[in-house]
């Protein structure tokens, strides 16, 4: 198993990206960690690929 993790999730691009190129290689990918999730489509776009997204804070935890 892997786990991607990356420091901020913004539209979930890169996360995806990553957990595509790491299943090319056979290997199972269920989870990505960030520090801040940006609540800008990440989540979403990784639910999409079955993988989960987890973060330490979200942009609306620091800006209110």
Do not use: N
């Amino acid at each position: 198993h892997v786990v991607v993790m990356d420091d901020v999730a913004t539209t979930g691009g890169s996360l995806a990206e990553a957990v595509r190129r790491v299943r090319e290689e056979r290997l199972v990918v269920d989870y990505c960690f960030v520090v801040v999730d940006r609540e800008e489509g990440a989540q979403e776009k990784l639910s999409e690929l079955g993988a989960k997204l987890y973060s330490l804070c979200r942009v609306s935890d620091i800006i209110r």
